[in-house]
């Protein structure tokens, strides 16, 4: 029985061979597994969908495949206000940079707190006063006495 099915499979395959075409692909076309590789890619975006082509490398076809686009991926980026260097908060979306909101801060300027300048920062210096900045530390002086 298996072999009655196997010559009548391969008189089928015969004829169709010998007919030459067969919905207008030749003997072969029909006949073959497609062995695919890729033809052309476009990269799927934040707003616009890509896609991949392939094509059979024995006969030609082509098949495509959608990739869905990916959507914003929304990042807060935040730097605080310095005594010399202003801040900023931003949303932006890390795959292709659009901004949504960018707040900027202005810098803040040294609090200074003043105390009487030592021995060492009048002979260094001249002081009579010296000023720290409570926030940053850092230091200037004043020639007035305290």
Known sequence: MK????????LMVCMIAASGTQAGMS?????HTHKWAVHS??????TRDGYIRHACTKCG???????KKLGHFYVTDKKAATCTASGHSRKYCARCGKNVSKITYKK?????RARKATAAE????GWGTTLTCRRCG???GSYADY
């Open 61 to 67: 076809k082509h098949k495509s495949a959608s990739v």
């Open 41 to 46: 890619v476009s990269k799927a975006s934040c």
């Open 3 to 10: 072999r009655a099915k196997k010559i009548i499979l391969m």
């Open 27 to 31: 003997a072969d076309a029909a006949a």
């Open 138 to 140: 850092h230091k200037t």
């Open 122 to 125: 009048k002979k260094a210096y």
């Open 108 to 112: 803040l300027g040294h609090d200074y």
